[in-house]
């Protein structure tokens, strides 16, 4: 059976990324291990300790900063993430200082919002109903 263990989004800086991915969105650090000139940097949802690893990938790749660039201008998410209601989640993060590019708009069978991760992508929460 293949299933799903480590998945990733490609980040400009990794220090930035994973002050972002753990104090604002609330992830938990898993793995920090030097490779090379940058780190295999994952996190984790608290709600998951043992569940799929983000990790956070340096955008070093000549094809990933084109990549990345394309997607945000055409205002695409690069993932997205699920929360239990993103009305509340969104409130929360604006607390924090986040920007969102989209608000939380209802869809009909799901509710998204789009926010900035300051590490050069649009990430996506979405709450199915």
């Known amino acids: ?9 490609f980040v400009d800086d990794q220090a930035k990324a994973l002050a972002f991915y753990t104090e604002k969105l609330g992830f ?4 920090d291990v030097p ?19 983000l990790l956070l990938e340096p955008d070093g790749h000549p ?4 990549f990345k660039k ?6 695409i998410p ?5 929360v239990d209601d993103v009305y509340a989640e969104v409130g929360r993060l ?3 200082g986040v920007e969102f590019t989209q ?10 919002a789009v926010l900035d991760d300051t590490c050069g992508n649009l990430i996506q929460l979405a709450t199915l109903k």
């Open 78 to 82: 690069f993932t997205q993430f699920a």
């Open 103 to 112: 608000e939380a708009t209802d869809l009909g069978p799901v509710v998204t």
């Open 94 to 96: 604006k607390g924090l």
């Open 28 to 31: 938990t650090k898993k793995t």
């Open 1 to 9: 059976m293949i299933r799903i263990n480590v998945t990733s989004v």
């Open 70 to 75: 394309a997607l945000v201008a055409d205002g």
């Open 63 to 66: 094809a990933a900063g084109p």
């Open 35 to 53: 490779a090379g000139g940058a780190r295999w940097l994952t996190v984790v949802s608290p709600a998951e300790p043992d569940g799929v690893e």
